[in-house]
C-alpha cells in the first residue's frame, strides 16, 4: 500500500511541475506580448481545476497514509489552491481575469507564484522518488524471499513423500518377511527321512529342535518268497 501511495504521487507530482512549467511559458508570453490577454487566461484557467484536484488527492492520500511531515508540508499549497479557487470575484473570468491581469502587478504575482510552485513540487518530487525507491525494493525483496520459502516448502514435501513411499515399500518387505520365515522354519523343522536300497536301509532322522545327526540302521523288511 505504501509503495502504491508514493509511486501515485511521483507521477502526480510529475503532472504538476509540467503545469507549473506550462504557467510560466504562458504568462511569459503574455508578458512579451506573444499572446493576449484573454488567450492567456483562457489556456490558464483550464488548468487551475486539474492543478487543484491532483494536490488535494496527493494532500488527502499523505493524509490516510499517516505521513504527518509530507501531509503538513502540502497543506499550505493544497489550502491556497482551495481558497484562490472559492474567492474568484462573481463576474470574473476565472482565477486569471484578463481585465484585471494586467492591473496591480498582478501578472508578476502570478509569475512568482507559479515560480514558487515549481520548486515546490521539484523538491516533493525527489522527496517522494526517496520514499518510494526503498519500499520498492523491500517489496521486490520480500517477494523473493516468499518465493525462495516456496521452493523450499515444495523441496521439502517432496522429499518427505519420496522417503514415505520408501518406508512403505520397506514395511512390505518385512511383511512379507515375517510370512515367509515362519514357513521356511516349518519345513525346517520337518523330518527328512531317505532311503538308500544300495548302502543299505539307513534313516536319516533329524529331530526338531535339535541340532544333532543320528543315523539309525533299521532292519529291513523280510521278503515274502
Same mark, same amino acid.
Given at each position: ?11 502526480? +507530482? ?25 488567450? +492567456?487566461?483562457?489556456? *490558464?484557467?483550464?488548468?487551475? *481545476?486539474?492543478?487543484?484536484?491532483? /494536490? ?10 499517516? /505521513? ?6 502540502? *497543506? ?25 491581469? /494586467? ?6 504575482? /502570478? ?9 515546490? &513540487? ?17 517489496? +521486490? ?24 513411499? &520408501?518406508? +512403505? ?34 534313516? *536319516? ?21
Amino acid at each position: 500500500m505504501e509503495a502504491v501511495v508514493f509511486v501515485f504521487s511521483l507521477l502526480d +507530482c510529475c503532472a504538476l511541475i509540467f503545469l507549473s512549467v506550462y504557467f510560466i511559458i504562458t504568462l511569459s508570453d503574455l508578458e512579451c506580448d506573444y499572446i493576449n490577454a484573454r488567450s +492567456c487566461c483562457s489556456k *490558464l484557467n483550464k488548468w487551475v *481545476l486539474p492543478e487543484l484536484v491532483g /494536490h488535494t488527492i496527493v494532500t488527502v492520500l499523505m493524509l490516510i497514509s499517516l /505521513h504527518w511531515f509530507i501531509f503538513l508540508l502540502n *497543506l499550505p499549497v493544497a489550502t491556497w489552491n482551495i481558497y484562490r479557487f472559492i474567492m474568484v470575484p462573481s463576474g470574473n473570468m476565472g482565477v486569471f481575469d484578463p481585465t484585471e491581469i /494586467h492591473n496591480r502587478g498582478q501578472l508578476k504575482s /502570478h509569475m512568482k507564484e507559479a515560480m514558487i510552485k515549481l520548486g515546490f &513540487h521539484l523538491l516533493c518530487f525527489f522527496m517522494y522518488l526517496y520514499r518510494a525507491t526503498p519500499v520498492a525494493f523491500r517489496n +521486490c525483496r520480500l517477494g523473493v524471499e516468499s518465493e525462495l520459502q516456496l521452493l523450499a516448502y515444495t523441496t521439502a514435501t517432496a522429499t518427505a513423500t519420496w522417503d514415505l513411499s &520408501h518406508v +512403505c515399500n520397506l514395511h512390505c518387505i518385512l511383511w512379507q518377511h515375517r510370512i515367509l520365515n515362519p514357513l521356511s522354519e516349518a519345513r525346517d523343522r520337518t523330518h527328512i527321512l531317505m532311503d538308500t536300497s544300495q548302502l543299505g536301509s539307513f534313516k *536319516l532322522i533329524i529331530s526338531e529342535g535339535e541340532e544333532d545327526i543320528t543315523w539309525n540302521q533299521v532292519p529291513e523288511p523280510d521278503l515274502i518268497t
